[in-house]
């Protein structure tokens, strides 16, 4: 990973690459530090979610999960922090992929259909 497409090198790095239509945020590093805790800190509320969807209901417009799945959310924390510098070139990198990608001209055959 070169500095250039890893513009946040921690807490958690974070890498940015361009896409057809935009840019993509690589966050394996946050997702897996958010792995390690889901199981060594929250497997029970793993196994109440898992257990709530695996009971056969029928569908009366609420998920029976919703609930647990709200409470381990706010018990997470989901965001990624950025810090110092690490803001400017953040933005400077997603700025300089989301710019206009040059369309390349088609080139015309000479003498008609090409060979």
Not at 40 to 69: C, F, K, S, V, W
Not at 99 to 107: A, L, M
Request: avoid cysteine; charged fraction near 25%; charge should be negative.
């Amino acid at each position: 990973m070169t500095a250039d497409r890893t513009p946040v090198t921690g807490p958690f790095r974070v890498s940015v690459d361009r896409t057809p239509s935009g840019v993509t945020l690589d966050i394996t590093h946050f997702i897996e530090a958010l792995l390690l805790d889901l199981v060594t800190d929250h497997a029970d509320a793993l196994a109440d979610i898992l257990a709530e969807q695996a009971e056969p209901r029928p569908y009366n417009g609420h998920r029976p999960e919703t609930l647990p799945m709200e409470r381990l959310l706010e018990a997470l924390d989901t965001r990624i922090p950025v810090y110092g510098a690490q803001r400017r070139v953040l933005a400077d990198r997603i700025r300089a992929l989301a710019g206009p990608v040059p369309v390349p001209t088609q080139r015309s055959a000479e003498g008609g259909a090409a060979a």
